[in-house]
């Protein structure tokens, strides 16, 4: 396979491009701790597992060549960021400061399937793989082992950055359970969550 490494690194700095997902594994490791987090985690990178598939379906091939497949799945898609962030905002922030420990965590089940939809928000995703992807596979070479490889490293990318994102917000949890400081991260993540549902709505590609 060609340009391995290079695919690393462009899907490294890809997941670690603040939006959404991250947002969402902070938001969880703050709420509950980083092993609570985890389904949620496990949640983003089966959903950018999931929609990398996609695009190597027709269902991929569709979004790609119809504009209202395209303009329906960006529509609820920017519905359900603008939605997480209007609920983030008015959250009482974050309610860390009533936060027991050994309160029990939201569960797992429910933490992964909210991750795990918020993967198909963006339909953008598709494209990114659709165009990305192709780039580093060798046509003389079996595609598939070289597609599952390359899903799979991606996969697994989401899972060691947003690890390593809860663990940092772990270690901001004390300054964090400040009614001001829950209060600060629930606005500035509701605020983005909207900003990218709005430019998702706006966006014209």
Known sequence: MRLYFLF???ASATVLSPGPGVL???????????RASLPGILGIASG?????????TSLGLLLASS???FTLIKIVGAGYLVWLGVKLWRSPGLALQDLKEG???RKP????????????TNPKAIFFFLSVLPQFIAHDAPH??????????YAALVILIHSGYALCAQRARHWLKSERGGRTLN???????????????LSKN
Do not use: C, D, Y
Request: hydrophobic share 65%; net charge neutral; aromatic share 10%.
């Open 103 to 105: 309160e029990p965590p």
């Open 187 to 201: 606005r500035v993540g509701g605020a983005t969550f909207m900003a990218f549902g709005g430019m998702l709505a």
């Open 48 to 56: 950018a597992t999931i929609v990398a598939a996609i695009s190597a």
């Open 109 to 120: 089940m429910a933490l992964f399937l909210e991750s795990l939809s918020l993967q198909f």
């Open 8 to 10: 690393l690194l462009m």
């Open 24 to 34: 969402m594994t902070l938001s969880n490791a703050l709420r509950s701790g980083w």
């Open 67 to 69: 504009a209202l497949a």
């Open 144 to 153: 598939v082992p070289q597609f599952v490889l390359l899903v799979l490293s």
